[in-house]
Protein backbone atom coordinates (compact mmCIF):
# COMPACT_ATOMS: atom_id res chain seq x y z
CA UNK A 1 0.00 0.00 0.00
CA UNK A 2 1.44 3.26 -0.94
CA UNK A 3 0.90 6.93 0.89
CA UNK A 4 -1.15 8.91 -1.10
CA UNK A 5 0.82 12.38 -2.18
CA UNK A 6 0.94 15.46 -0.27
CA UNK A 7 0.02 13.50 2.75
CA UNK A 8 2.25 12.30 6.16
CA UNK A 9 2.51 8.67 6.56
CA UNK A 10 0.22 6.91 8.76
CA UNK A 11 2.90 6.42 11.69
CA UNK A 12 3.62 9.93 12.26
CA UNK A 13 -0.44 10.30 12.89
CA UNK A 14 0.37 8.23 16.56
CA UNK A 15 -0.77 9.55 19.49
CA UNK A 16 1.59 7.66 21.21
CA UNK A 17 4.69 8.98 19.45
CA UNK A 18 7.50 10.18 21.28
CA UNK A 19 7.96 14.19 20.08
CA UNK A 20 9.38 15.22 17.17
CA UNK A 21 12.08 18.28 16.86
CA UNK A 22 9.00 20.29 15.01
CA UNK A 23 7.46 19.92 18.68
CA UNK A 24 9.85 21.55 21.29
CA UNK A 25 9.40 20.16 24.69
CA UNK A 26 8.05 22.53 27.64
CA UNK A 27 10.87 23.32 29.92
CA UNK A 28 11.29 21.43 33.32
CA UNK A 29 9.98 23.98 35.91
CA UNK A 30 12.10 22.26 38.49
CA UNK A 31 15.43 21.85 36.24
CA UNK A 32 16.89 24.74 38.61
CA UNK A 33 15.87 22.79 42.02
CA UNK A 34 18.01 20.97 43.89
CA UNK A 35 17.21 17.41 44.05
CA UNK A 36 16.88 17.54 48.07
CA UNK A 37 14.40 20.59 48.04
CA UNK A 38 12.37 18.61 45.30
CA UNK A 39 12.26 15.42 47.54
CA UNK A 40 11.49 17.36 50.42
CA UNK A 41 8.51 19.40 48.73
CA UNK A 42 7.21 16.29 47.61
CA UNK A 43 7.52 14.16 51.27
CA UNK A 44 5.54 16.82 52.75
CA UNK A 45 3.11 17.07 50.41
CA UNK A 46 2.45 13.10 50.96
CA UNK A 47 2.88 13.71 54.58
CA UNK A 48 0.56 16.05 54.69
CA UNK A 49 -2.04 13.97 52.74
CA UNK A 50 -1.74 10.89 54.22
CA UNK A 51 -2.88 12.57 57.70
CA UNK A 52 -6.04 14.01 55.78
CA UNK A 53 -6.59 10.11 54.12
CA UNK A 54 -6.17 8.80 57.61
CA UNK A 55 -8.74 11.22 58.98
CA UNK A 56 -11.47 10.41 56.35
CA UNK A 57 -10.66 7.12 56.90
CA UNK A 58 -11.43 7.91 61.20
CA UNK A 59 -14.31 9.85 60.12
CA UNK A 60 -15.96 6.76 58.22
CA UNK A 61 -14.97 4.06 60.46
CA UNK A 62 -17.06 5.93 63.36
CA UNK A 63 -19.51 7.09 60.96
CA UNK A 64 -20.39 3.26 60.64
CA UNK A 65 -20.00 2.63 64.40
CA UNK A 66 -22.66 4.80 65.02
CA UNK A 67 -24.97 3.38 62.36
CA UNK A 68 -24.33 -0.03 63.89
CA UNK A 69 -25.42 1.33 67.14
CA UNK A 70 -22.27 0.34 68.90
CA UNK A 71 -20.90 4.04 69.43
CA UNK A 72 -18.97 4.11 72.79
CA UNK A 73 -15.86 6.41 74.38
CA UNK A 74 -13.70 3.29 74.37
CA UNK A 75 -14.28 2.87 70.86
CA UNK A 76 -14.16 6.54 69.33
CA UNK A 77 -10.45 6.44 71.99
CA UNK A 78 -9.55 3.39 69.98
CA UNK A 79 -10.09 5.23 65.95
CA UNK A 80 -8.27 7.89 67.54
CA UNK A 81 -5.42 5.88 68.49
CA UNK A 82 -5.59 3.94 65.70
CA UNK A 83 -5.07 6.94 63.70
CA UNK A 84 -2.31 8.36 65.48
CA UNK A 85 -0.77 4.99 64.95
CA UNK A 86 -1.42 4.82 61.20
CA UNK A 87 0.28 7.78 60.80
CA UNK A 88 3.00 7.19 63.40
CA UNK A 89 4.04 9.67 65.83
CA UNK A 90 4.35 13.48 63.98
CA UNK A 91 6.97 15.48 65.39
CA UNK A 92 7.09 19.12 65.07
CA UNK A 93 10.33 18.63 62.80
CA UNK A 94 8.54 16.69 59.98
CA UNK A 95 6.59 20.16 59.01
CA UNK A 96 9.55 22.52 59.50
Given at each position: MTTPP???PR???NPYAPPTASEPMAPDPLADEPFGSVARRVFLAWEKLRIVYV???GV???G???LSGHLT???VFVVLAGA???NGIMTAR???
Open positions: NSEASQGILITVLVVARVVAATFR
